[in-house]
């Protein structure tokens, strides 16, 4: 296959073989240039002048004399206008103001680039604008809101001609700007370079200006223009592809009597073409490293072009290992290094704190970044003691004052938003950047990527002090991480390597004038090839038309020639599209594929698959642990000094969780609790009730020992709500909500004890919250074992005994009868009725008391009173016991001496159990 590149080069070699020094020749992009140099390379026979190769917006610079600025720049020119214009009273500020800005700019290089007329086109636009608010007020009842949105769109020709003669005298412009500027000066330029012979090469969709530049120079020159297009779509008048050049071969005089250069038929040759539907951008990428796979390291004269460039992280990482060489012509993105989130994150938090008091997630966010740490190793032991006391302590809000330690250096992660300028927050991101610089050129952390991103980031940081000093127009930390941001986003690493060798990857505008054998497109998919009616423009579509300007059908044929282009001399294609995109990465499958199936060409075989991951369907496979001397040892110690209530129905529930939480003894990460959990406000609860209670031990109790409680809730619930959770004074939300909660489940409670009372009840108090041990003897073990516990509450209501357990969640009856014994050590929802069973065996063992009831208070279902433990029993199980009398604590001390020989089985593992959540 001879490239279109190639094909020209051979043609003016031949041609201006004795005058390559006079040559100028213009492309589309630098990328092209490069490859048309080496195209020259190959052909010249002698040591020579090199012709002039240039990209076409290095050539209009050359022509306006002016230099190209950057956006960011523009838009501190362009406010610097506004405020010159706009009054004072009726200025935004910059941040406002970029938010529209950015589009003024796009429209003003679209209107220059097209030599739009601009008085009569602004004053068209103002018109419509007008129209459109009258259309819902009349003149008269304007809002002020109205009145200033027209007197806008009235102003904009002054913004535009102030805004042009500003930048002129500064030597800069925009895109637009330097083109109107080059079709002014090209006759003047013509005249100075009257030796020169001007090839222009491989354009498609030209602006007015680019049109008038150069047909000027066909006219008035001995230039010459070189196409690349394939007679099949010249030859369809309806195939965008060929939209821009039938126009120009129609419509521009030089071509009436001078050949249209370059139309060849390579489309309707042999090709394999494949299209491969794939699920998700990840999906993509690895379906093209199984492609690249095939191809068995058989890369030369191969291309993987990216409809969306976002994907080039994904496809380096899955480019088979016996491809080394690739060369990426876009450049890795900086906002996609780790720096850029980092900073971001410290922006986002710097605008968050007003007052010196910062939120505990966004510290500890910093503080564990990898960044961050490795910028703070001498600091590293204080670090990690202010993350566990904001855990221990469970600080939501942490003050300035205890971040000093981590502030010695210049270098700060926490700055107060209130005590600081914009100048400052830019010195102290540059102080960051060079502690960093430190670190990563250290013998310990020494990492040349690193260092090369920090360089970059240095760089944007400088750019943005310059323009600060510059222009002084950035109001505060929100306007900088925006301008930080636009700026970041057209920053990328460059790749080094070899252009000409090796696996090409490129974005689809990149490809420009490049032909490859083998062609991978990645996202073939509607919204991105081509992008559709996507619109950043204050301009309407019908002004839009009406003057010439380009409108989606414009762009959707742009995209549509660097397609089919593409595809013309390549033999074998690649077409990979998304099968599951969302909104804002595209639709479904692109009208291109579409077009490329409905109107085949006879030599080309086209295979469509929908490709997807292969899923293994894997069995369920529940842990086992089994029971070596050293498990037996450790449960052992665990039976010497009791096993507990919680812990035996955590067995029932699930065996293994009792093997990590009660063996190994493995606890759940500490973490801060932004919400107060249920266990937190439990034990809340249960800490109130035991500090009213605790003194009552031994004593009956009286409505004057309620009414003394009452008085002193508030008091008691607030500090067991600092010791337990948080301190109560900046309580807010759930939290606020949670105390008023506890207090209100406690002023429950004594309202039932209170009715329990007036009913005639008198009711001692026995015990409350205190530790029991009991020995369980087992005649199949030749070792002690002991169950221990802290039961809630025992009390004495009219000579029978009580065994209280409190619980803050929801409990019903249900929950405490049961109905045959064997459940209790099988079925975990019973739980209750066990712990209950297992209280009363631990007070007979230590006290005088043989029979007792035993039961449940439940906080959420307080109306239901003490939910008694009972045994139903009978033919419809509708007569119940409820007195745990000998008998039933005999039947109990049955079951659970078999779950403590199961326990210590070594036959039996501790086997995983697939968990079935009960309602409590």
């Not at 062609?519 to 998919?525: H, Y």
């Not at 479904?588 to 698959?609: D, G, N, V």
């Amino acid at each position: 296959m001879k490239s279109f590149l190639a094909q020209v080069a051979s043609e003016i070699y031949s041609k201006h073989k004795e005058q390559l020094p006079n040559l100028a020749i213009i492309l589309p992009s630098k990328r092209a240039v490069t490859f048309l140099k080496n195209e020259l390379l190959n052909l010249v026979e002698k040591t020579t002048i090199a012709p002039k190769i240039i990209s076409i917006e290095e050539f209009i610079q050359e022509l306006a004399n002016l230099k190209l600025a950057s956006n960011i720049q523009l838009s501190f020119e362009l406010y610097e206008v506004y405020k010159k214009i706009t009054p004072e009273n009726e200025q935004e500020d910059f941040y406002a103001f970029t938010s529209w800005s950015q589009t003024i700019l796009q429209d003003f290089n679209e209107i220059d680039r097209y030599l739009i007329d601009t008085e009569t086109f602004f004053s068209h636009l103002f018109n419509i604008k007008e129209l459109d608010q009258f259309h819902w007020t009349n003149a008269d009842d304007k809002t002020i809101l109205q009145k200033k949105y027209l007197k806008f769109w009235e102003k904009l020709n002054v913004y535009y001609t102030v805004y042009n003669e500003h930048l002129q005298k500064k030597g800069i412009g925009y895109q637009g700007m330097i083109y109107r500027e080059a079709n002014d000066n090209v006759e003047y330029y013509i005249q100075n370079n009257i030796n020169s012979t001007h090839l222009f090469i491989g354009f498609n969709a030209l602006n007015n200006a680019e049109k008038n530049i150069i047909q000027e120079f066909l006219t008035n020159t001995n230039a010459e223009v070189f196409w690349d297009i394939d007679q099949k779509f010249m030859d369809n008048k309806d195939h965008d592809a060929g939209l821009f050049l039938r126009n120009y071969k129609a419509s521009w005089p030089y071509f009436k009597n001078k050949e249209f250069k370059n139309i060849s038929n390579h489309f309707s040759e042999e090709k394999n073409i494949e299209i491969i539907g794939v699920p998700k951008n990840i999906g993509q990428a690895k379906y093209v490293g199984k492609i690249l796979g095939k191809l068995q390291g058989s890369i030369k004269n191969t291309a993987i072009v990216l409809g969306n460039e976002n994907l080039l992280a994904p496809i380096l990482n899955s480019i088979p290992s016996e491809i080394n060489k690739a060369n990426i012509t876009s450049g890795f993105p900086l906002d996609l290094s780790p720096f850029a989130s980092f900073f971001e994150t410290l922006f986002e938090i710097w605008e968050k704190n007003t007052d010196g008091v910062w939120y505990y997630q966004d510290v500890i966010n910093i503080l564990s970044n990898p960044i961050s740490y490795s910028m703070t190793t001498d600091t590293a032991e204080e670090i990690q003691q202010l993350i566990e006391k904001i855990k221990n302590q469970n600080l939501i809000y942490i003050k300035q004052s205890e971040l000093e330690t981590i502030n010695k250096t210049g270098a700060k992660l926490f700055i107060n938003k209130k005590d600081t300028t914009i100048s400052s927050v830019i010195d102290n991101c540059l102080a960051i950047i060079l502690s960093l610089k430190n670190t990563y050129t250290s013998e310990e952390q020494k990492n040349p990527l690193f260092l090369e991103y920090l360089y970059r980031f240095y760089e944007v940081f400088n750019q943005l002090k310059t323009f600060n000093a510059e222009y002084n127009t950035i109001t505060g930390i929100k306007a900088l991480k925006k301008i930080y941001s636009e700026l970041l986003a057209s920053e990328t690493i460059d790749f080094k390597g070899e252009p000409l060798e090796g696996l090409q990857i490129m974005g689809m505008l990149e490809s420009r004038n490049l032909d490859f054998e083998t062609v991978i497109i990645t996202s073939v998919n509607e919204g991105i090839l081509p992008t559709g009616k996507t619109n950043n423009s204050f301009i309407p579509f019908d002004l839009k038309t009406v003057f010439g300007l380009p409108t989606y059908k414009e762009k959707d044929a742009i995209y549509s020639y660097h397609f089919y282009r593409l595809l013309q001399r390549a033999k074998n294609i690649y077409l990979v599209y998304n099968t599951e995109p969302d909104a804002l990465e595209g639709g479904e499958k692109s009208r291109l594929l579409q077009q490329l199936t409905m109107l085949k060409e006879e030599k080309h075989a086209i295979t469509e698959i929908v490709a997807s991951p292969t899923i293994k369907n894997n069995t369920l496979e529940l842990s086992t642990i089994t029971k070596d001397e050293n498990v037996i040892h450790r449960l052992k110690e665990i039976a010497a000094k009791g096993f507990s209530p919680t812990s035996l129905s955590n067995y029932v529930r699930n065996p293994l969780d009792f093997y990590t939480q009660s063996v190994l003894g493995i606890r759940e990460t500490e973490e801060v609790e932004e919400t107060i959990a249920a266990n937190t406000l439990g034990t809340i609860v249960h800490d109130t009730l035991e500090s009213f209670y605790k003194p009552l031990e031994g004593k009956f109790i009286s409505i004057e020992d309620l009414n003394k409680m009452r008085k002193e809730l508030n008091k008691e619930v607030a500090n067991h709500f600092s010791k337990s959770y948080t301190e109560t004074t900046d309580l807010r939300g759930k939290n606020l909500i949670s105390f008023h909660v506890a207090k209100r489940y406690i002023q429950n409670f004594l309202n039932f004890e209170e009715n329990r009372l007036k009913s005639g009840k008198q009711i001692k108090i026995l015990q409350i919250e205190s530790n029991l041990r009991a020995l369980i003897p087992i005649q199949a073990l030749d070792f002690p074992v002991y169950i221990r516990g802290k039961v809630d509450r025992v009390e004495e209501v009219d000579g029978t005994i009580n065994i209280i357990d409190y619980k803050t969640g929801k409990v019903e009856q249900k929950d405490v009868s049961i109905t045959d014994w064997e459940i209790l050590t099988e079925d975990y929802k019973y739980s209750k009725a066990f712990q209950i069973l297992c209280y009363a065996y631990m007070i007979q063992s230590e006290t005088i008391y043989n029979e007792f009831e035993g039961g449940i208070i439940s906080f959420k279902n307080i109306k239901g009173g003490l939910l008694k433990f009972n045994f139903k029993y009978g033919s419809k199980h509708n007569e119940r016991q409820y007195k745990i009398d000998t008998e039933i604590q005999s039947k109990y001390k049955a079951e659970l001496e078999k779950l403590i020989l199961d326990i210590f089985n070594k036959e039996t593992p501790f086997q995983e159990k697939e968990i079935k959540t009960h309602a409590y």
